[in-house]
């Protein structure tokens, strides 16, 4: 700190700001006072304090922009130190604060003690700010082998559960005219071998968090997370799910790399101020990200395979394989015999489309449960083409190639309703009998259950609707 004892008090209120000048000045300083943000940036190039005092929400410009502007390279305040004053003790304030240059935050009402206090302590290397946000220590979770061994009680071998518990695409659609198949984001949860597995973080993983944390009450739960990919409707939900405020829990989050980011900075930018009020880091529960480098891994007693999906970005589709049977999730996808098709006439692309589209069928040979984007009917495609999403005709016609067992018409468009979720389904229904094929054809909905062998899944099935 400069021997420059000149502080700046920038306040709208005129008591606190009277208090805080009278303070100062019994303490030997020289105050000039503001009672707004473009007021006090003028009196802070003009007398060049070594201290400036700003209320975050001075009007004009706010304590936040007027910490950025005395931080810029052009007002040439290398020994200036800032601390913002504010009535709210949010930590994510705190973080702002720090982000926006503030060294020290202060919450009101400021008492003169604490306040001769913290000026005896700037001098000293470091900040107050510092003190107040050193992190503490890590809750000790109980040993992962353990909560494995805990789980693989609760869900045995020799049975696959499935429960859908967001079913949208694009965007969550609460109302009356989504009632009966839901209207929250991709979320569907998987039991098998062992493994709790939850495929993708859209709004449904909200509902599906507080039915864990009901479920399991004081006993720790681990889970692994399968992102598909970080469109938000895929990621919206996570900083709403549950047992990731829990510090007994263990989280595993996989998925693929972005294109030009790492699936860390992106899941974590969602929960950065000022999009939402807790950070990444502030998550108590023990979490581990893990970026695919393979095409198959295994999670316990559960294979996974990934496929690549046509879909903007980089997109995964996931295929469980586990002791009862298969579940192959297909969230986003556009074939690319139908894109060619659109796009070009050419006949080496569309062999080159023809061959994609059988290496997805191959994907999801002889599925149980094929869950795959059924977003549009066949008119509605047209006019969507190169969107990265598929028609009910489509989905039909690869699962029939695939021989799967039974299919799931998901990611329901934002603007289809209950009736038109239904009428996509039936004419589904009357193309496989048109056929003479004979799969089972159902539009996912959330809260149904698919299970095969004994349930895994909690007594009572919480019917999330958005």
């Known amino acids: 700190m400069s021997d420059n004892k000149t502080a ?4 709208p209120e005129r008591d606190d700001r009277a208090d805080l000048a ?6 030997d300083w020289i105050v000039i006072e503001a009672a707004d943000g473009d007021t006090g940036l003028l009196l802070a190039r003009e007398h060049e304090p070594s201290l400036v005092f700003c209320d975050a929400h001075a009007p004009g410009r706010h304590g936040f922009q007027i910490c950025r502007a005395l931080r810029s390279p052009d007002f040439h305040a290398s020994n200036l130190r800032i601390v913002l004053t504010t009535g709210s003790d949010y930590e994510a304030l705190r973080e702002d604060a720090v982000r926006a240059g503030a060294d020290d935050y202060l919450v009101k009402p400021i008492i003169e003690a604490d306040l001769l206090q913290f000026l005896t302590q700037i001098h000293r290397q470091g900040s107050v700010t510092e003190i107040l946000r050193a992190a503490s220590p890590r809750h000790k979770a109980r040993p992962a082998s353990d909560i494995a061994a805990a789980m693989a ?14 079913v949208r695409g694009s965007i969550p659609t609460p109302g009356r005219a989504t009632l009966h198949y839901g209207g929250n984001t991709s979320c569907v949860e998987a039991r098998a071998d062992g493994q709790l597995i939850v495929l993708d973080a859209g709004t449904g993983i909200r509902e599906l968090g507080i039915s ?4 399991f009450a004081d006993q720790p739960l681990a889970l692994s997370l399968l992102i598909s990919h970080t469109h938000w409707d895929h990621i919206q939900g996570l900083p709403f ?7 007994n829990n263990r989280l595993r989050i996989i998925g693929a790399e972005g294109a030009s980011e790492g699936l860390l900075a992106t899941l974590s930018s969602q929960m950065e101020s000022p999009y939402f009020p807790v950070g990444w880091r502030k998550l108590p529960s023990h979490i581990e990200i893990q970026e695919l480098k393979e095409a198959s891994f295994r999670l316990g007693g559960v294979t996974v395979d990934t496929f690549f999906l046509n879909h903007p970005g980089v997109c995964l589709g996931y295929r469980l394989n586990a002791a009862a049977g298969s579940v192959v999730y297909l969230p986003d996808n556009e074939p690319f015999q139908r894109y060619k098709f659109h796009s070009t006439g050419s006949t080496e692309f569309l062999r080159f489309a023809r061959r994609k589209d059988q290496q997805l069928s191959d994907f999801a040979r002889d599925a149980d449960i094929l869950i795959v984007d059924s977003q ?4 509605e495609y047209q006019t969507r083409v190169g969107w990265g999403h598929g028609c009910v005709d489509d989905a039909v016609a690869m699962a029939l190639n695939a021989n799967a067992r039974r299919l799931f018409l998901f990611h329901h468009d934002p603007a289809h309703d209950d009736d038109k979720v239904s009428e996509m389904t039936q004419w589904a ?14 539009a996912a909905r959330e809260g149904l259950d698919i299970t095969l062998g004994p349930s895994l899944l909690a007594a009572e099935p919480v019917r999330a609707v958005a």
Do not use: K
């Open 8 to 11: 700046l008090v920038i306040d």
């Open 429 to 442: 229904r009357q193309f496989v009998a048109a056929l003479g094929e004979n799969l089972e054809v159902e």
């Open 153 to 166: 009680e609760r869900i045995p071998t020799g049975a696959l559960s499935v429960r859908f518990w967001g």
């Open 241 to 247: 799910f549950e047992p990731a405020y829990n510090p």
């Open 376 to 379: 549009y009917d066949a008119a």
């Open 212 to 215: 864990l944390a009901r479920e």
């Open 22 to 27: 009278r303070w100062l000045r019994g303490a």
